[in-house]
């Protein structure tokens, strides 16, 4: 059996008692993140509008619900629309280790089918836990490989996690979920060319493409069209394609269908970058410290890859023009930390980008030097203006695991993020839908998310 059919046979075969606890709590924690920060995207991404009026603007069947919105539409459109939301804000959940965002595209077309096949609540679970396992998956077999090599890759692995979770809502089976899987780069590619661009808004939205390619993908699957048979692991499959020959070789299935990585994602404590999590915190240590923004004459990052993309290019990082640019930005959040004490969804509104006291600290932060996973000497050296010299070490992003969490500890991020949402719903019933929601299955849940 190939290494593709041996996952799709196993994730056709689960059925929600298979799951642990922790992979069901992991699926609940992330689906109300992912909702929460996609309703405050609503009111703070335009970009996002632009994928939902051009998806509203195709018409078609009434098939599911489009968050923030009146409208429901066909189900690929809803999912290219909702999809756009996810991410939008770069505040969703992250699996350190696999750099990726696994629920941003999977939530997104697992509601979408969900809505329009009827689809029970321990089937959404079940497809949650799938779908973002396997982009934890393939983000850990791909590793750094496909830095260089011209691939935006996060969100082709979102979609192919996305096209797994829509087959398991299906019911496609082991054959029929292979098709998916072959199907979806068909779908959905996206160069890293956009990166170049400070005005490209393309990062923000980019896991509707990805999610509107899963649903659409189980689609055809289901209708019987087919692809490659080894979508994964084959010479010119995904891993091979991102990271070149010999990349299937680091797919670990070996513990598929008993442990679920979508448990080991962190939730995020900031609405930027991981990336920046270890600088804000280093920054907030610093302000602790009772050491004033004015007290320091300069601050030296050392990083290791691909943490160094976040001072590059140098003057959009220290003066950024852009939500996005500000979010992929040590120097804007660090000095952003340092003087007002905290990093939130007002710290990236347009007006705050430009604050004299935070641009003015950012341009006394550099980079020093970029070094291996791992090397002890990541951290920061202060140079006060008394003369003092202090070293710090990188600390740990802070943040919850998704699988040890307890839902009600999400509160105080869901609240502050529906307080964007002009007549949203209040916290504690987007938590309390999703707290029930294999009891009740998704109905409850999606009444809470159309404008």
Request: glycine letters at 12%.
């Amino acid at each position: 059996m190939t290494l593709s059919g041996e996952l799709a046979g196993r994730a056709s075969a689960l059925r929600f008692r298979d799951l642990p606890q922790a992979a069901v709590t992991a699926a609940k924690v992330s689906l109300a993140d992912v909702l929460a920060v996609s309703l405050a995207a609503v009111a703070l991404e335009p970009a996002a509008a632009v994928l939902a009026d051009h998806a509203a603007a195709a018409g078609g069947p009434k098939e599911a619900t489009v968050i923030g919105r009146a409208d429901r539409l066909p189900v690929a459109q809803a999912a290219l629309a909702n999809g756009a939301l996810a991410h939008a804000l770069d505040f969703e959940d992250t699996h350190d280790a696999a750099k990726v965002h696994p629920n941003a595209a999977v939530v997104p077309a697992v509601l979408a089918l969900a809505e329009r096949e009827g689809a029970d609540g321990e089937t959404v679970l079940t497809a949650l836990a799938l779908g973002a396992d396997l982009v934890c998956r393939l983000g850990l077999a791909l590793g750094d490989r496909a830095r260089g090599r011209g691939w935006y890759q996060p969100p082709m692995l979102g979609a192919m996690g996305a096209a797994l979770a829509a087959a398991r809502v299906l019911g496609l089976g082991a054959d029929g979920t292979v098709a998916a899987m072959a199907l979806t780069p068909c779908l959905f590619a996206l160069p890293d060319g956009f990166m170049e661009s400070p005005h490209s808004r393309l990062r923000a939205v980019r896991d509707g493409f990805a999610a509107r390619a899963g649903v659409e993908a189980a689609d055809l699957a289901r209708r019987g069209l087919t692809g490659a048979p080894r979508p994964l692991e084959g010479p010119g499959g995904l891993l091979d394609m991102l990271g070149g020959a010999g990349t299937a070789a680091g797919l670990d299935l070996g513990d598929h269908g008993r442990r679920f990585l979508g448990a080991e994602v962190a939730i995020k404590r900031w609405p930027s970058c991981r990336g920046t999590h270890g600088a804000i915190a280093a920054a907030l240590a610093i302000r602790d410290q009772g050491i004033a923004p004015a007290g320091i004459s300069a601050i030296a990052c050392r990083v290791s890859p691909p943490d160094d993309m976040l001072f590059h290019p140098v003057e959009r990082k220290r003066r950024p023009a852009t939500a996005i640019d500000a979010k992929f930005s040590i120097p804007f959040t660090m000095a952003t930390a340092l003087a007002h004490g905290r990093v939130d969804l007002a710290s990236f509104a347009p007006d705050r980008l430009a604050d004299p006291v935070v641009t003015e600290l950012a341009a006394r932060i550099h980079l020093e030097a970029v070094l291996d996973a791992g090397d002890p000497r990541t951290g920061f050296t202060l140079r006060l203006a008394d003369g003092r010299v202090l070293d710090l070490p990188m600390p740990a992003p802070p943040g919850p695991v998704a699988g040890e969490a307890r839902l009600d500890a999400l509160h105080e991020k869901v609240a502050g993020c529906l307080a964007c949402v002009s007549g949203g719903p209040a916290a504690e019933d987007l938590l309390a839908a999703v707290a029930g929601l294999e009891r009740t299955g998704p109905g409850p849940l999606l009444a809470l998310l159309s404008g």
